[in-house]
């Protein structure tokens, strides 16, 4: 195969898992994200580093989860779960992981933006709230929907989201 045919095959194969791409998985992982910040009230002695790791760590924990149950499915339905599989299934779920950076960028500079621990918390958890919109108006976006449907989206995620951010105040962390 010559470079440029590589090249546009490479180039044919991203759009191909772009165009099927699934951001449920930055949804959700935003969403956890959120909860990770709101559980959070009780940090040690190093309370940004801390949370950097928990928000990092549990998203890895997850998207290694989901990874671990898309392929014990496949299994079942007795499918083979060669290399290709695993790595196709690992890309299909990294939006979990990738979810927590953003919050975790924010709790990261927060020192640079003159914010204590706890504006800190409440930074990394509307990073994550607004991580989470934002997943949910790129799914509906690359579903195609309509720009009713793509509101109705952006609102109930932007609700949820409003949700565990009443759980912080209510279990006042």
């Known amino acids: 195969m010559t470079d440029t045919a590589d090249s546009t095959a ?9 165009a099927h791409a699934d951001y449920s998985g930055g949804v959700y992982g935003s969403m956890l994200a ?3 910040v709101v559980g959070a009230g009780t940090l040690g002695e ?3 580093l801390e949370l950097v790791l ?5 998203g890895a924990v997850f998207w290694l989860a989901h990874v671990h149950a898309q392929l014990f499915g496949a299994r079942l339905a007795q499918e083979s779960v ?10 299909e779920e990294w939006p979990i992981l990738k979810a927590a950076v953003p919050p975790a960028a924010a709790v990261a500079v927060s020192p640079l933006l003159g914010l204590d621990v706890p504006g800190t918390l409440w930074l990394a958890l509307g990073v994550a709230v607004a991580g989470q919109v934002g997943w949910s108006l790129a799914a509906a976006v690359r ?13 109930v995620n932007l609700l949820l989201g409003l949700l565990i951010i009443v759980l912080k105040i209510v279990l006042k962390h």
Do not use: H
Request: net charge positive; glycine share 6%.
């Open 34 to 36: 959120g909860s990770v």
């Open 10 to 18: 490479r180039r044919a194969r991203k759009a191909e898992r772009r």
């Open 54 to 58: 928990l928000l990092v760590l549990t």
């Open 143 to 155: 579903a195609g929907a309509s720009r009713g449907q793509m509101a109705l989206s952006a609102t």
């Open 46 to 48: 190093l309370p940004r």
């Open 82 to 91: 060669d290399r290709r599989t695993v790595l196709r299934v690992c890309r």
